[in-house]
């Protein structure tokens, strides 16, 4: 039950979306899942107050890349999903604690669809202590972020109001040797 070969090959789209450029292949423990080249990944959707604790790139991109191409093409089901999830990021040693969150992350995203009793006991245990843990670090980014938005904010206005001219704006010119 591993990857085959070395990192993902992926091309950059835009901010928030890559594209594989290499098919990816993963062995699991009953099945063989190739990701095409093509597929469309944003790697760990990780809400920004929280990226300073597990950033949307890591050790763990394949196994996102993976979860992202098992729930979009219904391969298996959404529990199954996630469960491969779980068993990728001990597979690539992410620790307990990171690996139980982000697995609860993505069970709560699904909404829990075809989650046993077990699972959803849980996920309860882990995301109760888990918002304990991170509700002031995530008040406290959340608030800076805001912050650092309103000043980007204030000297865009400031820079758009000292941009105007009545002049037209200059024509580049072509330097040659």
């Known amino acids: ?91 690539f040693r992410v620790s307990v604690p990171r690996r139980y969150m982000m697995w609860a992350a993505v069970r709560l995203d699904s909404r829990l669809r075809g989650a046993n009793l077990g699972d959803i006991a849980l996920v309860v245990l882990i995301a109760i202590p888990s918002s304990v843990f991170l ?5 406290v980014v959340t608030v800076f972020l805001l912050l650092f938005w309103l000043v980007e904010l204030v000297f865009w206005v400031f820079a758009r109001l000292g941009r105007r001219t009545g002049a037209p704006p200059p024509q580049p010119r072509l330097r040659t040797a």
């Open 135 to 139: 509700t002031i670090p995530v008040t």
């Open 1 to 91: 039950m591993a990857f085959v070969g070395s990192g993902p090959v992926v091309e950059e789209l835009d901010a928030q979306f890559w594209r594989v450029v290499e098919p990816l292949v993963y062995h699991g423990a009953t099945a063989e899942f190739v990701i095409p080249a093509g597929f469309r990944t944003d790697f760990a959707s990780v809400p920004r107050a929280l990226v300073w604790l597990v950033p949307r790139y890591g050790v763990y991109t394949r196994a996102a890349i993976l979860h992202d191409y098992l729930r979009s093409s219904n391969v298996v089901s959404t529990a199954d999903a996630d469960g491969i999830f779980r068993r990728c990021l001990r597979e």
